[in-house]
């Protein structure tokens, strides 16, 4: 069964870090883009960031640039979100997703272009 697992949220305070990892199970992640995308409480999903399958490529949406790192370590079948200076506003549930088309990249972050997602882990920035 081809799943992407998601983990690494949290509950961290204004200004804190947490790093997020996407794996991979049944198949490998190497061939194909990942992004990232988040959902909080009566919002429409919205696209964070994404890496080619090089990693050599990386796109970021603009509430996040500066601040989030996109990474990934393809010997480990994993996809890296580092997020730093973390915000109240960055609150929402996490998601990994990738689309099935070899060297494929998106014009943009458009989560109707994604067609396999994780379940999604919750990040709560709170003081």
């Known amino acids: 069964q081809l799943q992407l697992v998601e983990s690494g949220g949290g509950l961290v305070q204004p200004g804190g870090s947490l790093r997020l990892s996407c794996a991979a199970s049944?198949?490998?992640?190497?061939?194909?883009?990942i992004g990232w995308f988040r959902q909080a409480p009566g919002k429409e999903r919205e696209g964070v960031s994404c890496?080619?399958?090089?990693?050599?490529?990386?796109n970021y949406g603009d509430s996040v640039k500066g601040r989030f790192t996109i990474s990934r370590d393809n010997a480990k079948n994993t996809v890296y979100l580092q997020m730093n200076s973390l915000k109240p506003e960055d609150t929402a549930v996490y998601y990994c997703?990738?689309?099935?088309?070899?060297?494929?990249?998106?014009?943009?972050?458009?989560?109707?272009?994604?067609?396999?997602w994780g379940q999604g882990t919750q990040v709560t920035v709170s003081s």
């Open positions: 997703a990738t689309f099935f088309r070899k060297r494929w990249f998106p014009a943009s972050l458009t989560p109707a272009d994604f067609d396999s």
């Open positions: 049944g198949f490998s992640l190497n061939d194909y883009t």
């Open positions: 890496i080619s399958s090089s990693g050599a490529t990386t």
